[in-house]
C-alpha cells in the first residue's frame, strides 16, 4: 500500500538554503583541514601574527569549543525541525570524536580525549541555546496562529450577524 500525503507541498530552494548549506560546508570543509594537518600549530598556516593566533597555538585544547561551536550554529539555526537537529548534532558529535581517531594514524599529531571533550562542550553550548531559541521563536508562531484563529472565527461571527441585523 502506498500512503499519499495529500497536503505535500513542493520544496522550494530558498535563498536560505543556500547559505545556510554554504556555511556548513565551509565550516565542515576548514575543520577537516585544521584537525587533519600534519601539525595542530596554527602559526604555521601562514598568516599575520596576531594575539588571536598565538592563544590558539597555547591553548590547543581550549580552542576547539569556539570552533565546534561557530561549526555547528548553520546546522542549528538553519534547520527548523528539532529532529533535523537533533540529528544533525549526533552527526557532528560523531565527527569530532571520528577526527581524533584518525588522528591516531597521522605521526606528527596526537589525539586526546580534552580535544573530544571540548569540542562537544562547544556543540552542546550551541544546540541547547538553539533549542531554547528555536523553543520561544515556535511559542510566538502558533500563539499568533491562535490570535489569528481567533479573529477568523469573530470574522466569521460578524458575518453570520450582519445580514441578520440588516434585515430586522
Not at 58 to 68: D, K, Y
Request: aromatic share 8%; hydrophobic share 50%; net charge positive.
Amino acid at each position: 500500500m502506498e500512503a499519499v500525503n495529500a497536503q505535500a507541498r513542493p520544496f522550494r530552494l530558498k535563498s536560505r538554503h543556500i547559505v545556510g548549506a554554504s556555511a556548513a560546508l565551509c565550516g565542515l570543509g576548514c575543520m577537516l583541514f585544521l584537525c587533519l594537518r600534519p601539525t595542530g600549530n596554527f602559526g604555521t598556516l601562514g598568516l599575520p601574527d596576531s594575539a588571536l593566533i598565538r592563544w590558539m597555538d597555547a591553548h590547543g585544547e581550549l580552542r576547539n569549543l569556539p570552533a565546534f561551536a561557530v561549526l555547528t550554529m548553520p546546522f542549528m539555526f538553519g534547520l527548523r525541525r528539532a529532529s533535523r537537529r537533533r540529528w544533525a548534532t549526533y552527526g557532528l558529535l560523531f565527527l569530532s570524536a571520528a577526527v581524533e581517531g584518525v588522528q591516531l594514524f597521522l605521526p606528527s599529531r596526537v589525539p586526546s580525549l580534552a580535544d573530544i571533550f571540548w569540542s562537544w562542550a562547544g556543540i552542546a553550548l550551541v544546540a541547547v541555546a538553539a533549542e531554547a531559541i528555536w523553543e520561544r521563536v515556535e511559542t510566538r508562531l502558533r500563539r499568533k496562529a491562535g490570535v489569528r484563529r481567533q479573529q477568523r472565527r469573530v470574522l466569521a461571527r460578524a458575518r453570520l450577524v450582519r445580514p441578520a441585523i440588516a434585515r430586522a
